[in-house]
């Protein structure tokens, strides 16, 4: 599975983006999906999770309140909605989807996801 991730840019402290993230297949619904982002210098981190049918989400507490995850199966689309955007949120952004159940207990966990996109930076100046 190849994953698409697009919709990043530079914006100011305060505004709003929203990611996407597509498949070669249309067989995203089978995955559960999670965005990471990585920043300069810094580790891969989670940012967000959601389960196959998108019945339980899954945070991380520094975008709680402030980012969205979602997906449409039907248009095989998985969805990052970033509000309220910090200088902090600055990284590449990447999706990635796994045939593993996801939880709250395993949902940052990068091992247990089989397959990532390519990437897509934000940049958020203050």
């Known amino acids: 599975v190849q994953l698409q991730a697009s919709g990043g840019g530079s914006v100011q402290a305060g505004d709003s983006l929203r990611l996407s993230c597509t498949a070669s297949e249309r067989t995203l619904s089978t995955y559960a999906m999670g965005w990471f982002r990585q920043a300069p210098g810094k580790e891969r981190e989670f940012v967000a999770a959601i389960t196959r049918v998108g019945g339980n989400t899954y945070y991380a507490d520094s975008v709680k309140g402030r980012f969205t995850i979602s997906r449409y199966n039907v248009k095989n689309m998985v969805y990052l909605q970033m509000n309220s955007l910090k200088p902090e949120d600055t990284a590449v952004y990447y999706c990635?989807?796994?045939?593993?159940?996801?939880?709250?207990?395993?949902?940052?966990?990068?091992?247990?996801?089989?397959?990532w996109g390519q990437g897509t930076q934000v940049t958020v100046s203050s």
């Open positions: 990635a989807a796994s045939r593993w159940y996801i939880g709250a207990d395993n949902s940052r966990r990068t091992d247990l996801y089989n397959y």
